[in-house]
C-alpha cells in the first residue's frame, strides 16, 4: 500500500511528556499537511510543508509544537510538555502541487492521550 | 473560503440512495464545492468536488443548484459501509491548497 502512513497509531504519556509523532507520505506528493481533530469535531488545520520548507503555520500551533520536513519526505511532529488538552487525533496528509494538482490524501491519524 | 450548513445527522436504509444537503449561500464564483467523508477511527477521504457543473465519479454523484448557494451530495446505492461524518467545504482553490477548513460535517447512518 502507497498510501499515507502514520506512526504510532495510538499513544498514552503523561502529563508533561515529550511526543513525536512521522508521518511518510505518498512518495511523489510534495505537500504535506498537519490536522488536529477532537471529538465530535472536524479536522483542524495546523501546519503544512511545501517539499522541506514550512509554508505556513495555524494560531493553534502553540510554541509547544514543532513540526519539520528535513529532506521532503517524511514529516515529524513535536509536542513538548504535553497537557491534557493536547489530547486529540493527530493527522497527516499529502498531495502533489504543480503543473498537476492531486487532492488530499490523508492518513489514519495518531491518536494521543494525556493522562 | 465560504461558511457551510449541514444537518448534523441523517439516516439511510441499505441499498436507497443518501442524499446529503449542503447550503453555501455565501459562496463566491471562484470557488468550488468539495466532499469529503471520514469513517470511524479513519482520517478523511476525499469524495467529489465541483464548481458549477453536476459532477460524478465511481463513488457519488454531485448537483449544484444553478445559484450554487447549495449542493447535495448523492450516493446511489447506500451500504453499511458508508456509515461516516460528511464533510462539505467550500474553497477557492481547485487540487491541492494548503488547507481544508472542515467544519462538524453530517453523521450519516445507513440502516441495514
Known amino acids: 500500500d502507497t498510501g499515507v502512513s502514520q506512526n504510532p497509531r495510538h499513544k498514552i504519556t503523561k502529563r508533561g511528556q515529550n511526543v513525536t509523532f512521522r508521518c511518510d507520505p505518498i512518495?511523489?506528493?510534495?505537500?504535506l499537511y498537519w490536522y488536529r481533530q477532537t471529538l465530535g469535531q472536524g479536522p483542524e488545520f495546523l501546519t503544512y510543508?511545501?517539499?522541506?520548507?514550512?509554508?505556513?503555520k495555524s494560531r493553534l500551533l502553540s510554541d509547544r509544537f514543532s513540526a519539520e520536513r528535513p529532506k521532503g519526505s517524511f514529516s515529524t511532529l513535536e509536542i513538548q510538555r504535553t497537557e491534557q488538552g493536547d489530547s486529540a487525533m493527530y493527522l497527516c496528509a499529502s498531495s502533489l502541487h504543480g503543473p498537476s494538482n492531486t487532492e488530499a490524501f490523508f492518513g489514519q491519524g495518531t491518536r494521543l492521550t494525556v493522562v | 473560503d465560504a461558511k457551510t450548513t449541514q444537518p448534523p445527522s441523517m439516516d439511510c436504509a441499505e441499498g436507497r440512495a443518501a442524499n446529503l444537503p449542503c447550503n453555501h449561500s455565501?459562496?463566491?464564483?471562484?470557488?468550488?464545492v468539495y466532499w469529503y467523508r471520514q469513517i470511524h477511527s479513519q482520517g478523511p477521504q476525499y469524495i467529489i468536488h465541483?464548481?458549477?457543473n453536476n459532477e460524478t465519479n465511481e463513488m457519488a454523484s454531485l448537483i449544484i443548484t444553478e445559484d450554487r448557494k447549495s449542493s447535495t451530495l448523492i450516493l446511489p446505492h447506500a451500504t453499511l459501509r458508508d456509515t461516516a461524518v460528511y464533510y462539505c467545504i467550500v474553497r477557492a482553490v481547485a487540487g491541492s491548497a494548503r488547507q481544508l477548513t472542515f467544519g462538524s460535517g453530517t453523521q450519516l447512518t445507513v440502516l441495514p
Open positions: 455565501t459562496i463566491s464564483g471562484n470557488e468550488y
Open positions: 512518495s511523489e506528493h510534495n505537500r
Open positions: 510543508f511545501q517539499n522541506e520548507a514550512q509554508l505556513e
Open positions: 465541483g464548481l458549477k
